[in-house]
């Protein structure tokens, strides 16, 4: 038994140190290991799954909505980046540099790529000619550096794991339609298969992607109350086409500029999956997400037959991802390994459950046990899964909603930021300066100019001066 509660206890309780509790959960749960490249992280198998899982889904939405995948370089010459000047004032500080090649010095640097808007605009200045061309919809699946000064492992890395979407248009129209259709299917994502609701929105001019003409985003919050950009859609209009001089003719045979998209979701959404499901014993996966969704575990599995009834129960289970620990460490052992990895069913049978011809079911999520026949236990599993995914969903909605509370004035404001951890509903002015004072003064920031605006007031929370719209505030990772 000491064994078995050392493996729990190895897990800081998320009350007591929330950012420690978040670093044990990864490690203990075997996602990442660090490595010898500060701010880099060497994803394991277990975290990798969960990454190859959410590629498989996304991948397959982009799909049914026209994407192709395509590749860039990961290398960009510093004159292309340099060609789009609030872009690459944007990036500047996160850049990492090439300057040899081998004992050569290079004769131009070359960048890391940050991003890679640069060079899909290069691209498209090359393919592109005709209306007949156009749209262009392409996604890249790859990583991207950038030049972090604090790194935590999924939340901000040094290197990271992400698709990136770039999309060429012939009208301002089309290029809006698919910065919200993409930001749609990241939100419908996350609410679906990770469980995680969204708040979808627009970012405010400080906060867009550089060089971008608007940005929207969607908002997730964490237990601990932090909010985290989860994904973001960029509309770029027609300035990196202006920039990249990319032009094609229209049906008239008059010339035109592409109108442009990009869009992205990172590893850093596994970190979103962890914040918001985990407990003091570990993660807890939903099952869509879940590599491993049913581990089987033999009660006394040296005596006869245990083993391999487990055997033919992994066989009737075919239709989920499912494994048998037949280690031979003991049960109560199995049972932390399988709470610690998030596995959302463990199936528990031995000698006695054989003898009664059932097994017993255990939700990771509330640990309530199901007696399940093994005549339909194939059934039992799915319809526990399936309640699990809608619950998770419900608890992370209601503990989201919790959370949220609105301020009319400014001391309000502050008061609600510094008591109560969570989104802050609060009109704005739509002026900068208010922005930054906020910021300065609280530690929030503006998340996102809701699609669904509420009138809070009718005065700007900050100066007190006509409102124009309502904005979440909070502070975030």
């Given at each position: 038994m000491a064994k078995e509660k050392k493996l729990v206890e190895a897990i800081t309780s998320m009350e007591e140190d929330f950012a420690q509790w978040y670093t044990d959960v990864v490690k203990k749960a075997e996602l990442v290991e660090y490595s010898s490249i500060r701010g880099c992280m060497i994803i394991r198998p277990n975290g990798y799954a969960i990454w190859e899982n959410i590629q498989k889904e996304l991948d397959r939405r982009f799909k049914e909505t026209g994407v192709e995948n395509v590749y860039m370089p990961m290398f960009i010459?510093?004159?292309?980046?340099?060609?789009?000047?609030?872009?690459?004032?944007?990036?500047?500080?996160?850049?990492?540099?090439?300057?040899?090649?081998?004992?050569?010095?290079?004769?131009?640097?070359?960048?890391?790529?940050?991003?890679?808007?640069?060079?899909?605009?290069?691209?498209?200045?090359?393919?592109?000619?005709?209306?007949?061309?156009?749209?262009?919809?392409?996604?890249?699946?790859?990583?991207?550096?950038?030049?972090?000064?604090?790194?935590?492992?999924?939340?901000?890395?040094?290197?990271?794991?992400?698709?990136?979407?770039h999309t060429a248009h012939a009208t301002a129209e089309e290029a809006e339609d698919r910065?919200?259709?993409?930001?749609?299917?990241?939100?419908?994502?996350?609410?679906?298969?990770?469980?995680?609701?969204?708040?979808?929105?627009?970012?405010?001019?400080?906060?867009?992607?550089?060089?971008?003409?608007?940005?929207?985003?969607?908002?997730?919050?964490?237990?601990?109350?932090?909010?985290?950009?989860?994904?973001?859609?960029?509309?770029?209009?027609?300035?990196?086409?202006?920039?990249?001089?990319?032009?094609?003719?229209?049906?008239?045979?008059?010339?035109?500029?592409?109108?442009?998209?990009?869009?992205?979701?990172?590893?850093?959404?596994?970190?979103?999956?962890?914040?918001?499901?985990?407990?003091?014993?570990?993660?807890?996966?939903?099952?869509?997400?879940?590599?491993t969704q049913v581990m089987i575990i033999p009660i006394a599995q040296h005596k006869e037959g245990v083993l391999e009834k487990a055997a033919e129960l992994k066989e009737k289970l075919g239709n989920f991802r499912v494994k048998v620990d037949d280690t031979d460490k003991s049960p109560g052992w199995k049972f932390s390994e399988q709470e610690i990895r998030g596995i959302p069913l463990r199936i528990e049978i031995g000698p006695k459950d054989i003898e009664a011809n059932q097994a017993v079911i255990v939700r990771r999520d509330t640990r309530e046990k199901i007696i399940a026949s093994l005549d339909t236990i194939e059934v039992t599993v799915g319809e526990v899964l399936e309640t699990m995914q809608k619950e998770m969903l419900e608890r992370a909605r209601a503990h989201r909603d919790a959370h949220t509370s609105s301020a009319a004035d400014y001391e309000e404001f502050k008061s609600s930021i510094e008591n109560k951890p969570g989104f802050v509903k609060a009109m704005w002015c739509g002026d900068r300066t208010c922005e930054d004072k906020i910021k300065e003064e609280t530690g929030a920031t503006s998340r996102c100019i809701p699609f669904e605006q509420e009138e809070v007031a009718d005065t700007c929370v900050c100066c007190g001066k006509k409102a124009k719209s309502m904005v979440y505030w909070g502070k975030a990772y």
């Open positions: 010459p510093e004159s292309l980046l340099q060609k789009e000047k609030d872009h690459v004032e944007g990036f500047a500080p996160e850049v990492a540099w090439v300057t040899h090649g081998g004992l050569e010095p290079l004769q131009e640097r070359l960048c890391v790529r940050p991003t890679s808007e640069t060079l899909f605009c290069d691209f498209y200045s090359n393919i592109v000619q005709s209306y007949r061309d156009l749209p262009k919809l392409y996604n890249q699946w790859c990583s991207v550096v950038r030049w972090e000064k604090t790194t935590r492992p999924f939340l901000r890395s040094m290197e990271f794991l992400w698709q990136e979407g910065t919200i259709q993409m930001l749609n299917v990241y939100a419908d994502f996350c609410e679906q298969v990770l469980a995680i609701p969204m708040i979808k929105g627009k970012k405010t001019d400080k906060e867009k992607f550089a060089g971008a003409h608007s940005t929207y985003t969607i908002e997730a919050l964490m237990h601990d109350g932090k909010a985290l950009q989860s994904g973001t859609s960029h509309n770029f209009g027609d300035g990196f086409a202006h920039a990249f001089d990319i032009q094609y003719t229209d049906k008239e045979n008059k010339l035109q500029y592409v109108h442009q998209t990009s869009w992205g979701m990172s590893t850093r959404i596994i970190g979103a999956v962890i914040m918001v499901h985990g407990d003091d014993s570990g993660l807890v996966l939903p099952p869509r997400i879940a590599p």
